[in-house]
């Protein structure tokens, strides 16, 4: 397919760079340096070749997430997102761009989010899951009070907010001891940011703000497949009224207000469990270069046992329609 629009598809700068080596062995790691350094070389030519006609970019991970100095985190959020908007400026035509967030101070991260929509033509947020606030032992989730006003200016702005995830504190990493494997894409991304997706739900946030979106990457991050059973006994109908305040059943939200996209996960029956739950117009194309192949992500996409229809809804119209592109 031709056309495809991608939107976890990662760059770094010199400051953040150093966060993504430990997912990558001595040999590997001065390619994907490389890789994650470039935007109109390498880059340019592999979406060429995969037919991505358009890639919405994001910082890699966690990167400001993970800065525990809030004025340090605010400076390399806005200096990356001018970063970004320069690169973007060369190639309107083929680039996008999401904000990197300060969400350790919620306040900045509303004025960066208006100052990149409004002013540099960003199309969103994408975070690196909860923030450090203060300290490497702090976990900060977005469900909080304090970030209230921050959901309400998202909602204004009605930009998607997409949860990237990032490993848990290594405080709540005792079920993976001995087992470093589990760690990060195998396993522990999907669960940290499942139940941060789903303390969103449970706080309330859709009710108070319906037209939000929210994006999962990597078919859901473990949710689609147990969303049933999750607001089964979840929900806040008289079974398990445990500090829920979401009013209505938690598989109504994931259906309305969750966006989830094939980065990193090329499995046709787990999209097709997708497409099922929260139906086509809400499953979105997605590599997340250069973690992962561009050309496995878009051979396995282009020759998925699914509808024509669907396929172009997937690849490119629904992102699209999302992001207001023309």
Not at 103 to 129: C, H, I, S, W, Y
Not at 179 to 198: Q, R
Not at 208 to 221: A, K, S, T, W
């Amino acid at each position: 397919m031709q056309g495809k629009i991608a939107l976890e598809e990662h760059f770094a700068i010199p400051d953040t760079i150093g966060d993504s080596q430990e997912y990558f062995g001595a040999d590997i790691w001065p390619e994907r340096r490389k890789q994650l350094l470039d935007i109109h070389e390498e880059r340019l030519r592999r979406m060429d070749a995969c037919g991505i006609g358009y890639t919405i970019l994001s910082l890699n991970a966690p990167a400001v997430q993970g800065i525990t100095d809030t004025a340090k985190a605010i400076d390399v959020a806005r200096r990356a997102n001018d970063f970004l908007a320069e690169q973007v400026a060369r190639r309107p035509d083929r680039f996008g761009a999401f904000a990197a967030l300060p969400m350790q101070d919620p306040d900045a991260a509303t004025q960066e989010l208006k100052r990149t929509v409004t002013e540099l033509g960003f199309v969103g947020a994408l975070v690196n899951g909860f923030s450090n606030v203060g300290s490497e032992t702090n976990a900060t989730y977005y469900d909080l009070p304090q970030y209230t006003p921050f959901w309400a200016e998202a909602s204004r702005l009605d930009v998607p907010f997409y949860l990237h995830p990032r490993n848990p504190l290594v405080s709540q990493q005792l079920i993976y001891e001995g087992h470093p494997w589990l760690m990060g894409p195998a396993w522990a991304f999907s669960p940290e940011t499942g139940v941060h997706a789903l303390r969103l739900i449970g706080s309330g946030l859709f009710d108070r703000f319906p037209n939000l979106n929210v994006i999962l990457g990597h078919l859901g991050e473990l949710i689609q497949s147990n969303i049933w059973r999750t607001s089964h006994w979840a929900s806040a109908n008289g079974k398990n009224p445990l500090g829920v305040k979401a009013k209505r059943p938690f598989i109504d939200y994931f259906r309305e207000n969750f966006y989830v996209t094939t980065s990193g996960n090329f499995r046709t029956i787990t999209m097709r469990n997708a497409i099922d739950e929260i139906g086509s117009d809400r499953v979105l194309f997605s590599a997340d270069y250069p973690f992962e192949v561009m050309e496995e992500a878009s051979t396995w996409f282009d020759a998925a046992e699914i509808g024509e229809n669907d396929r172009q809804k997937i690849g490119r119209d629904n992102a699209r329609r999302l992001f207001k592109l023309a």
